[in-house]
């Protein structure tokens, strides 16, 4: 079992800066990818960004420049810097934590956080 809780999202305003937390817990193996995804309504879900154990980040386009992935040294929580927000930014941020196991791909989710950037 995987536990990812999320938190830091809320209210800002346009331009201001939030930080997201997901913390891992549970049976967690060495080797796994972790990304934020959003969901606004009427769109799709999108990754924002991802970072693998190795540390190396990766940005949705939309993001790049503004925000900044994550992770401490135990590898157990992830970060979300986010700045210079936009109202395009406001959506539900969810966890995710990929993980290769003996019998392929285990995909587990937090329960979301929410951004809303006002203008």
């Known amino acids: 079992q995987v536990q990812l809780v999320e938190s830091g999202g809320g209210l800002v305003q346009s331009g201001g800066s939030l930080r997201l937390s997901c913390a891992a817990s549970g049976s967690i193996v060495s080797s796994n990818a972790v990304g934020w995804y959003r969901h606004a309504p009427g769109k799709e879900r999108e990754l924002v960004a991802s970072i693998s154990t190795s540390g190396t980040p990766n940005y949705a386009d939309s993001v790049k420049g503004r925000f900044t992935i994550s992770r401490n040294n135990a590898g157990n929580t992830v970060y979300l810097q986010m700045n210079s927000l936009k109202p395009e930014d406001t959506a539900v941020y969810y966890c995710?934590?990929?993980?290769?196991?003996?019998?392929?791909?285990?995909?587990?989710w937090g329960q979301g956080t929410q951004v809303t950037v006002s203008s």
């Open positions: 995710n934590i990929r993980q290769r196991r003996s019998w392929g791909v285990d995909n587990n």
